[in-house]
């Protein structure tokens, strides 16, 4: 997609503060964070969201929700929050599916 912003950070066009990148997952700091620590994990296939997932991008989000779990024990995190966005109705503003680690001081329950 060339009118992705998250493809060009995946192709490093756009350059990202990365905490961790593999064969399928990149994962950086996102830009205005919302947390003490504010972390986005992407696939680096573009993915719309997940309400768009079908097929084979199941593993791709099998092997990413995995890989979250391994960024949250690298960046040592006592606890985190996990939230993907899904549509304009769902606070989605980037259409390429993102994972937001929400961590640091308690967050608040809702
Ligand atoms: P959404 O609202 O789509 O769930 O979240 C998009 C997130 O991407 C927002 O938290 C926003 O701050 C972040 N973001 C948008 N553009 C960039 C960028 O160029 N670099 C980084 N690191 N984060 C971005
Ligand atoms: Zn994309």
Redesign the pocket.
Known sequence: MTDC?FCK?VQGD?P??KVYEDEHVLA?????P?ADT?L?VIPKQHIVNLMSVKGDQWDTVSKLLKTVNSIAQQEKLEGYRL???NGEQG????FHM?W?ILAGTKLPGF
């Open positions: 912003i950070i756009i990202c503060n950086f700091h996102d830009i205005d919302k504010h986005l939230i993907t966005n606070g989605q503003e980037v993102h937001h």
